[in-house]
């Protein structure tokens, strides 16, 4: 298992055969909310992400419009991958493409690695391939096609016939690692998450598993196996390779050392993949599994998984342009239970942005920061006596610190979040039950009016620091006008364990105007 004190977390790399739709961006936006916690919680953390570019699915999109794989996959990488993430603001610490040198020799080494070690045979395969999946079928991968494909037998994922292959391979012997495999996930219960994605996959491999095979000759786009360059790699396997390629493996041992294992973090659809193959992979080639899989659920658009050939998908940016990354960020991690399936309408967005981020959030910061303006001239008033009102407050604070963690700790986001959320629902009910506007009016009471300004603006710096890594943008906006000093996460006294210490904004701290953190958006 990882050390306490580092995380390092992967996104699957992802096909660019076509541009990315909302159900990339939700992964990619789930790992950067981890690796934010992580990081501004003090932990050595390293976030990865990048493009599978190899294989027969790319080489043929590639061929179809007229291109070069290579020229498909620079297009693809610069004028839409690489774009989605300052799109829905992720901040990874590296990306990484399969067709780069780093990665190509890492995959050669590794592959006569095992081969050396008796690990990779030579054979014949015959079976059904869904291009879409890269992937051989099994019978019960597949259903009956529907509308033009009635008649035919289809991947189950994609709806598309699948093909008959019949080829001279490499195979790398999976087979005998099912028991090592069964081994591995009893004694790490939490390795596969969550427990139904474990279920399925412990019942895959007790059925028995077949020796996988790795190489292709039918087509030529790919990494060539170092002792046959008449094969190219399977791309599965040439792709799995990325989460050790780009630390270091067999190259830069420190490096590696300091980061391996990886944290996981993929769809369920890709899950087999991640949870059998490659422990399996890195078990021949005595290296430590991954410290988790976790398989999310699918977005799914009018009862249907995200697709583009479906005409389901969504590009980021069709909601980003509207509501903004800190929205968009917000809305996927808190409106879908992190792990299950969750359907995505315009109107659910539009619902939760008006009234848990404009009327919520976002008025209740506006609020204070006005009244502080208003009746202490902009700063940040020393407070008086503490009554339960504000004890109440300083309580929810402290435990929403706590239930926050123990849901990231367990990867579940939207848990994390309705914990924090409590702070914001707490200090709108503190706010209308003490009525800071009437208090004023009295010269006796400034002590007490005091008190309950200074209460509302340290609830929202406690605010600020826990949904950075959900709303960065906000989070920073209102970091900034509540006169706190540094930029968030880059002190240790204001890190997400420090969040729930009562008392760190000081008295006498100027405070500046805010702009509303989420505008009013007019229906269409």
């Known amino acids: 298992m990882a050390a306490a004190d580092r995380f390092y977390i992967a996104t699957p790399i992802f096909y660019v055969n076509d541009v990315p739709h909302i159900g990339h961006a939700y992964t990619e936006v789930a790992a950067d909310v981890l690796a934010r916690w992580h990081r501004q919680s003090g932990v050595d953390t390293w976030s990865l992400t990048g493009t599978d570019e190899h294989g027969q699915k790319i080489l043929r999109t590639a061929v179809a419009n007229g291109v070069t794989p290579q020229e498909w996959a620079d297009k693809l990488v610069e004028s839409a991958w690489k774009p989605l993430l300052d799109t829905i603001d992720i901040a990874n610490d590296d990306f990484i493409r399969t067709t780069e040198p780093r990665h190509e020799k890492v995959v050669q080494q590794f592959l006569q690695k095992l081969y050396d070690t008796?690990?990779?045979?030579?054979?014949?395969?015959?079976?059904?391939?869904?291009?879409?999946?890269?992937?051989?079928?099994?019978?019960?991968?597949?259903?009956?096609?529907?509308?033009?494909?009635?008649?035919?037998?289809?991947?189950?994922?994609?709806?598309?016939?699948?093909?008959?292959?019949?080829?001279?391979?490499?195979?790398?012997?999976?087979?005998?690692?099912?028991?090592?495999?069964?081994?591995?996930?009893?004694?790490?219960?939490?390795?596969?998450?969550?427990?139904s994605l474990r279920n399925e996959i412990m019942s895959f491999v007790r059925r028995g598993l077949d020796d996988l095979s790795i190489s292709r000759q039918s087509f030529d786009w790919g990494v060539r196996i170092p002792w046959d360059d008449s094969h190219v790699t399977y791309v599965w396997f040439d792709a799995l390779l990325n989460y050790i390629s780009?630390?270091?493996?067999?190259?830069?041992?420190?490096?590696?050392?300091?980061?391996?294992?990886?944290?996981q973090l993929v769809g369920k659809d890709i899950a087999r993949f991640h949870a059998v193959i490659w422990p399996a992979m890195l078990m021949a080639a005595d290296l430590q599994p991954p410290a988790r899989v976790f398989g999310h659920g699918w977005l799914l658009v009018g009862g249907e998984k995200m697709s583009k050939s479906k005409l389901t998908g969504i590009a980021p940016h069709q909601i980003t342009d509207v509501f903004g990354s800190d929205a968009f960020r917000y809305?996927?991690?808190?409106?879908?239970?992190?792990?299950?399936?969750?359907?995505?309408?315009?109107?659910?967005?539009?619902?939760?942005?008006?009234?848990?981020?404009?009327?919520?959030?976002?008025?209740?910061?506006?609020?204070?920061?006005?009244?502080?303006?208003?009746?202490?001239?902009?700063?940040?008033?020393?407070?008086?006596?503490?009554?339960?009102?504000?004890?109440?407050?300083?309580?929810?604070?402290?435990?929403a610190v706590v239930a926050a963690q123990r849901a990231i700790d367990t990867f579940a986001i939207h848990d994390a979040i309705a914990a924090v959320w409590t702070i914001v629902d707490e200090l709108n009910g503190y706010i209308t039950l003490?009525?800071?506007?009437?208090?004023?009016?009295?010269?006796?009471?400034?002590?007490?009016?005091?008190?309950?300004?200074?209460?509302?603006?340290?609830?929202?710096r406690a605010l600020a620091v826990l949904l950075?890594?959900?709303?960065?943008?906000?989070?920073?906006?209102?970091?900034?006008?509540?006169?706190?000093?540094?930029?968030?996460?880059?002190?240790?006294?204001?890190?997400?364990?420090?969040?729930?210490?009562?008392g760190q904004l000081p008295a006498g701290t100027q405070t500046q105007p805010l702009e509303a953190l989420f505008p009013r958006i007019e229906a269409e």
């Open 246 to 263: 780009a630390i270091g493996w067999g190259s830069d041992d420190e490096n590696f050392s300091r980061r391996w294992p990886a944290v």
């Open 118 to 195: 008796g690990f990779i045979t030579e054979g014949e395969y015959e079976g059904y391939y869904c291009v879409g999946c890269e992937e051989y079928k099994q019978a019960d991968d597949l259903v009956p096609g529907a509308g033009e494909f009635v008649g035919q037998q289809v991947c189950a994922i994609h709806g598309r016939p699948i093909e008959v292959l019949k080829e001279k391979n490499y195979f790398f012997a999976l087979s005998t690692f099912q028991q090592k495999l069964l081994d591995l996930y009893e004694s790490q219960p939490d390795f596969i998450q969550p427990p």
């Open 468 to 502: 950075s890594p959900v709303t960065p943008q906000a989070a920073q906006k209102l970091w900034v006008a509540l006169g706190a000093e540094g930029a968030l996460g880059g002190l240790r006294e204001q890190s997400i364990p420090s969040a729930g210490t009562w």
């Open 331 to 399: 809305y996927f991690m808190s409106a879908i239970n992190f792990g299950q399936d969750g359907s995505f309408s315009w109107e659910d967005l539009a619902a939760r942005y008006q009234a848990e981020l404009a009327n919520g959030f976002g008025n209740l910061a506006s609020r204070v920061i006005a009244m502080v303006g208003k009746y202490c001239d902009g700063v940040v008033p020393a407070s008086g006596e503490a009554t339960d009102a504000e004890r109440g407050i300083q309580k929810t604070v402290a435990d």
């Open 434 to 460: 003490q009525e800071p506007w009437k208090v004023a009016k009295d010269p006796a009471l400034e002590e007490r009016l005091h008190t309950i300004l200074y209460t509302a603006a340290e609830g929202l």
